[in-house]
């Protein structure tokens, strides 16, 4: 019976320490120290033995159980290290790796038109002033000498909300908000959004204006024209070529559009300038004696002008752009080349 014992101890500790993982561990332990094993059916039967053995084996049993718990504990202790020492070297991070840097920010393209117009007419001695994107009818239209039913409302292709409230379709209402409220000397500008139902390479249906006017004692369409090329100049360089073309707005006269030379053909005349040579930025003139009666300024006392320009039109011809979608579908390719 010892010897038998001795054996079995010699086996299982054998297995124990050729265990390759956990559960070869578990099914040894199992094996030989489980209900149905050897060992047990050893101990089970100490009670068939002379009284002078059974204390002897029983000991014998109880000790080889104790080493080869003890065994079993420490293999299992270095299956548990050696797994935790593979997890973290199959886990590790090379931590001198480079990381994904973080892109930096740039300033659309329109807001940098917008900042340098802005402050140019700011160290003119410009103003500014804001008004609402939902505008009363009033404002838009019968305020700048626009009645209803007038055909020249059809020049702004409008978007309604109700019958008397729209989406502003240009700059010029805040003219009248400030005039109605402040008297001459008065020299504003007002950068804004507007809208219209529009839509092709140099339309689009929500854009940006910057409208300014000037009112004084003595103001003549020569202040206009100064005024308005030497922003031309700034923002384009001296070199480009400006012109004033006679044009009709309800709320000046007389009227006057700016072009610039295109860019993009040096105004030999390509598919961005529809084969003129020239693209539109702006609208002028001088302000209407109608609109000074509504705001109840004197027009024989005090005359002005005022102008209107649209933003992405400087910007597409400073940049040499040829679709104005580019300015608003957020392509960071195109975003970041400014
Ligand atoms: C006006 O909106 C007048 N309020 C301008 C004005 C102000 C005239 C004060 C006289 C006195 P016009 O509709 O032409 O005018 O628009 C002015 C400029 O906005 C145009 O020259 C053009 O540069 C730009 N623009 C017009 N429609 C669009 C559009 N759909 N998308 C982008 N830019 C546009």
């Known amino acids: 019976m010892q010897e038998k014992i001795v054996q079995i101890e010699a086996q299982a500790l054998s297995a124990i320490n050729s265990a390759e993982n956990l559960q070869k561990l578990e099914e040894v332990r199992i094996q030989y120290l489980g209900k149905s094993s050897e060992f047990t059916n050893i101990l089970r039967s100490l009670g068939t033995l002379s009284p002078e053995q059974r204390p002897q084996v029983g000991a014998l049993v109880n000790q080889t159980k104790q080493r080869l718990e003890q065994a079993l504990n420490e293999r299992r202790n270095s ?111 007002v950068p804004g959004r507007v809208y219209r139902r529009d839509s092709d390479a140099t339309h689009s249906p929500v854009f940006y204006q910057l409208e300014g ?87 024989e006392k005090f005359t002005g002008f005022a102008f209107g320009m649209g933003i992405e039109r400087i910007a597409m011809l400073k940049y040499g752009i040829d679709n104005i979608r580019l300015f608003y579908e957020n392509d960071l390719r195109f975003l970041e080349q400014f």
């Open 79 to 189: 299956l548990v290290k050696a797994a935790q020492q593979q997890k973290i070297s199959s886990e590790k991070i090379d931590i001198t790796l480079p990381g994904k840097g973080i892109k930096r920010g740039k300033i659309h393209p329109l807001t940098q038109v917008m900042n340098e117009a802005k402050n140019i007419f700011i160290c003119l001695g410009y103003e500014i002033a804001e008004g609402p994107d939902v505008e009363l009818e009033y404002y838009n239209f019968d305020g700048l000498n626009i009645p209803p039913h007038h055909p020249s409302r059809d020049m702004w292709a409008t978007f309604f909300i109700k019958d008397d409230v729209i989406l502003r379709t240009h700059t010029s209402p805040v003219q009248i908000r400030v005039m109605e409220k402040r008297k001459p000397p008065l020299a504003i500008i």
């Open 213 to 299: 006017f000037l009112v004084d004692k003595n103001i003549t369409f020569g202040d206009l024209k100064g005024t308005l090329t030497e922003f031309l100049r700034q923002i384009f360089g001296r070199k480009r070529n400006v012109r004033f073309r006679p044009s009709f707005f309800p709320f000046t006269e007389p009227s006057a559009e700016v072009d610039v030379e295109c860019v993009m053909c040096d105004g030999q005349g390509c598919r961005l300038c529809k084969g003129t040579g020239w693209l539109e930025i702006l609208g002028s003139g001088m302000i209407d004696p109608n609109v000074f009666k509504g705001v109840k300024i004197d027009p």
